[in-house]
């Protein structure tokens, strides 16, 4: 690795690092009785921030999404709860995870490290979900950089998964691998399969709507499919309903703010605010609705 090379991925754990704690400082709240605790490596900068505090946390439980977040917990002297012991009818009171891509309404791509369903259970199941991540990860659209929608599928469907992808769109979805191919498909927590499935970048609901300029070839396409264009919303409702599929990889509609706010007993998929760290060191925040501020 160069020395250039070095300097840019050291910048960016900074980045992440500092997008980490101002999260923490801003939705931690130490009297919470559970916590989320998402995957990846900007997230062991949120449980370090956590575990920094002053205050004393031996009561909270922290959900973790999958084996390495629940090691991270463990590491840093907290205290893990599975999912599927939580109380009946009790929501997490905010999750911390991050994200592949997100783009400009804080719709999410996740599962890049195939902890999607435990992570999608987490985030839907929380009050709010508060998303971390470096400046890469936000694009205008998703699939604008990121090149695939992860997928969790039942092993047996994934031939019927991968048919009904393609009559949807997607010019050539396939089942993520091992690192070394010869181990055969990678498998996830709950030792299903993760379908990796690129489609053209996906509208948002005002594109369709005002068919702004950015978006003129699209002007009076509805977003469900023709040409093969679709609205985020639109296409995780199809890809959810192919018979075989657990989870799918876009984290859109309701947050959780307003899914309570409706009266769900359910918290959203969506993030209330999104961290990112910049490449000069500051942390930018994302909320729904609002213009980004450097804070």
């Known amino acids: 690795m160069t020395t250039s090379a070095v300097a840019t ?3 960016i754990e900074t980045a992440k690092k500092h997008a980490a704690i101002r999260a923490v400082k801003d939705h931690f709240d130490p009297k919470a009785e559970y ?8 997230i062991v900068y949120v449980v370090e921030a956590i575990q920094a505090l002053p205050e004393d946390l031996s009561h909270i439980k922290f959900v973790p999404t999958g084996y390495q977040s629940r090691q991270v917990i463990v590491q840093h002297g907290l205290t893990p709860i599975a999912f599927d012991s939580l109380p009946p009818n009790r929501l997490i009171d905010v999750a911390f995870d991050g ?7 804080l719709n999410c791509i996740k599962g890049g490290g195939a902890c999607l369903y435990q992570e999608k259970l987490v985030a839907s199941h929380s009050k709010k979900f508060i998303c971390v991540a470096d400046h890469r990860k936000l694009q205008p659209r998703l699939l604008s950089s990121w090149p695939t929608i ?8 994934a031939p019927v998964v991968l048919t009904a992808l393609k009559a949807l769109g997607s010019p050539s979805p396939f089942v993520r691998e091992n690192l070394m191919s010869k181990a055969g498909p990678l498998k ?5 399969f993760i379908v990796d499935a690129p489609f053209a970048p996906l509208l948002l609901p005002a594109d369709i709507a005002t ?4 978006h003129t070839a699209h002007k009076g396409v509805t977003g469900k499919g023709e040409g093969g264009v679709w609205e985020v919303d639109n296409l995780a409702r199809e890809i959810k309903m192919i018979e075989g599929v657990l989870s799918v990889g876009l984290f859109c509609g309701e947050d959780g703010v307003e899914a309570l706010k409706r009266g769900s007993k359910l918290g959203g998929q969506k993030p209330v605010a999104t961290y990112f760290g910049m490449a000069d060191g500051t942390v930018v ?5 609002e213009e980004p501020k450097t804070v």
């Open 35 to 42: 916590v989320g605790i998402g995957s990846g490596s900007t």
């Open 99 to 105: 994200a592949d891509e997100v783009d400009e309404d």
């Open 9 to 11: 991925a050291s910048a």
């Open 285 to 289: 925040l994302r909320v729904k609705g």
């Open 150 to 157: 992860p997928i969790e599928v039942e092993p047996l469907a």
């Open 211 to 214: 068919a702004n300029s950015l």
């Open 188 to 192: 996830t927590d709950q030792d299903n």
